[in-house]
Protein backbone atom coordinates (compact mmCIF):
# COMPACT_ATOMS: atom_id res chain seq x y z
CA UNK A 1 0.00 0.00 0.00
CA UNK A 2 1.52 3.41 -0.98
CA UNK A 3 1.57 6.91 0.62
CA UNK A 4 -2.14 7.88 1.19
CA UNK A 5 -2.02 11.65 0.52
CA UNK A 6 -5.11 12.43 -2.06
CA UNK A 7 -8.69 13.87 -0.82
CA UNK A 8 -9.76 13.63 2.68
CA UNK A 9 -5.91 12.45 3.76
CA UNK A 10 -4.56 15.17 3.25
CA UNK A 11 -6.76 16.93 5.36
CA UNK A 12 -6.27 14.62 8.29
CA UNK A 13 -2.74 14.78 8.22
CA UNK A 14 -2.66 18.24 8.08
CA UNK A 15 -4.81 18.20 11.13
CA UNK A 16 -2.94 16.00 13.09
CA UNK A 17 -0.25 18.22 12.13
CA UNK A 18 -1.89 21.46 13.63
CA UNK A 19 -2.60 19.67 16.48
CA UNK A 20 1.54 19.43 17.43
CA UNK A 21 1.21 23.22 16.31
CA UNK A 22 -1.14 23.53 19.31
CA UNK A 23 1.18 21.47 21.79
CA UNK A 24 3.92 24.10 20.81
CA UNK A 25 1.58 27.38 21.33
CA UNK A 26 0.74 25.75 24.46
CA UNK A 27 4.92 25.91 24.89
CA UNK A 28 4.78 29.56 24.35
CA UNK A 29 6.76 28.39 20.95
CA UNK A 30 5.67 29.95 17.37
CA UNK A 31 2.98 27.08 16.53
CA UNK A 32 4.42 25.50 13.63
CA UNK A 33 3.51 21.58 13.52
CA UNK A 34 4.96 18.51 11.38
CA UNK A 35 3.85 14.81 10.66
CA UNK A 36 5.66 12.18 8.91
CA UNK A 37 3.54 9.57 6.87
CA UNK A 38 4.73 6.77 5.75
CA UNK A 39 2.70 4.08 3.97
CA UNK A 40 -0.20 5.80 5.01
CA UNK A 41 0.76 6.06 8.93
CA UNK A 42 1.98 8.77 11.16
CA UNK A 43 5.93 7.80 12.15
CA UNK A 44 6.68 10.91 13.26
CA UNK A 45 5.73 14.14 14.74
CA UNK A 46 7.19 17.54 15.78
CA UNK A 47 6.86 21.21 16.90
CA UNK A 48 8.72 23.95 17.52
CA UNK A 49 10.89 23.98 20.29
CA UNK A 50 13.46 26.72 20.10
CA UNK A 51 12.60 28.56 23.46
CA UNK A 52 12.32 24.85 24.81
CA UNK A 53 16.03 23.90 23.89
CA UNK A 54 17.17 26.94 23.52
CA UNK A 55 18.30 26.00 19.35
CA UNK A 56 17.10 28.18 17.06
CA UNK A 57 17.50 24.72 14.99
CA UNK A 58 14.79 22.83 17.03
CA UNK A 59 11.97 23.60 13.85
CA UNK A 60 9.00 21.39 14.12
CA UNK A 61 10.80 20.02 10.91
CA UNK A 62 13.64 19.11 12.31
CA UNK A 63 12.17 17.47 15.34
CA UNK A 64 10.44 15.15 12.80
CA UNK A 65 13.20 14.24 10.60
CA UNK A 66 14.89 12.97 13.71
CA UNK A 67 11.77 11.04 14.99
CA UNK A 68 11.07 9.41 11.44
CA UNK A 69 15.10 8.30 11.00
CA UNK A 70 15.02 6.98 14.13
CA UNK A 71 11.72 4.97 13.21
CA UNK A 72 12.95 3.68 10.21
CA UNK A 73 16.31 3.00 11.73
CA UNK A 74 18.09 4.82 8.42
CA UNK A 75 18.93 9.07 7.58
CA UNK A 76 16.73 8.66 4.22
CA UNK A 77 12.60 9.38 4.20
CA UNK A 78 12.34 9.10 0.48
CA UNK A 79 9.47 7.27 0.20
CA UNK A 80 7.43 9.43 3.55
CA UNK A 81 5.21 12.91 3.42
CA UNK A 82 6.02 15.99 5.31
CA UNK A 83 2.80 17.42 6.64
CA UNK A 84 3.64 20.69 8.14
CA UNK A 85 1.49 23.70 8.93
CA UNK A 86 3.76 26.33 7.79
CA UNK A 87 5.30 26.39 4.46
CA UNK A 88 9.53 25.26 5.31
CA UNK A 89 12.20 27.38 5.64
CA UNK A 90 15.24 27.42 3.71
CA UNK A 91 17.07 25.65 6.18
CA UNK A 92 14.68 23.22 7.06
CA UNK A 93 14.03 22.50 3.28
CA UNK A 94 17.73 21.80 2.84
CA UNK A 95 17.60 19.47 5.65
CA UNK A 96 14.72 17.56 3.65
CA UNK A 97 17.47 17.62 0.85
CA UNK A 98 19.63 15.35 2.70
CA UNK A 99 16.96 13.23 3.91
CA UNK A 100 15.83 12.69 0.36
CA UNK A 101 12.45 13.21 1.86
CA UNK A 102 9.78 12.19 -0.85
CA UNK A 103 7.44 14.68 -0.41
CA UNK A 104 6.57 17.76 1.01
CA UNK A 105 2.51 19.11 1.71
CA UNK A 106 2.42 22.42 3.64
CA UNK A 107 -0.22 24.60 5.03
CA UNK A 108 0.19 28.23 5.35
CA UNK A 109 2.88 29.82 2.81
CA UNK A 110 5.23 31.77 4.55
CA UNK A 111 6.19 35.31 2.22
CA UNK A 112 8.96 36.48 4.20
CA UNK A 113 10.59 33.49 5.59
CA UNK A 114 9.46 30.20 3.06
CA UNK A 115 11.62 28.42 0.86
CA UNK A 116 10.23 29.04 -2.29
CA UNK A 117 11.49 33.02 -1.58
CA UNK A 118 14.92 31.29 -3.07
CA UNK A 119 13.07 28.84 -5.34
CA UNK A 120 13.08 24.86 -5.56
CA UNK A 121 16.76 24.08 -5.94
CA UNK A 122 16.67 23.74 -2.00
CA UNK A 123 14.66 20.83 -2.64
CA UNK A 124 16.02 17.02 -3.36
CA UNK A 125 15.11 17.02 -7.13
CA UNK A 126 12.79 13.95 -6.51
CA UNK A 127 10.76 15.94 -3.72
CA UNK A 128 7.30 16.58 -5.04
CA UNK A 129 5.54 19.59 -3.39
CA UNK A 130 2.02 21.49 -2.77
CA UNK A 131 1.31 24.21 -0.59
CA UNK A 132 -2.34 25.41 0.65
CA UNK A 133 -3.72 22.05 2.53
CA UNK A 134 -5.79 23.71 5.41
CA UNK A 135 -4.20 26.95 4.59
CA UNK A 136 -6.67 28.98 6.21
CA UNK A 137 -6.50 26.94 9.59
CA UNK A 138 -2.92 27.04 9.85
CA UNK A 139 -2.28 30.75 9.23
CA UNK A 140 -5.21 31.90 11.64
CA UNK A 141 -3.70 29.60 14.09
CA UNK A 142 0.34 32.11 13.69
CA UNK A 143 -1.67 35.30 13.02
CA UNK A 144 -3.48 34.84 16.59
CA UNK A 145 -0.05 34.09 18.19
CA UNK A 146 1.82 37.06 16.63
CA UNK A 147 -0.93 39.28 17.42
CA UNK A 148 -0.89 38.08 21.23
CA UNK A 149 3.03 38.61 21.20
CA UNK A 150 2.56 42.34 19.99
Excluded at 30 to 41: H, L
Aim: net charge neutral; with cysteine; charged share 20%.
Amino acid sequence: MGNITTGNSDEYFMKQALMEAEKAKNRDEVPVGAVIVSNGQIIARGHNLTETLNDATAHAEMQAFTSAANHLGGKYLNNCTLYVTLEPCPMCAAASYWVQLGEIVYGASDPKRGFSLLGQGLLHPKTSIRGGVLAEECGLLLTAFFRKKR
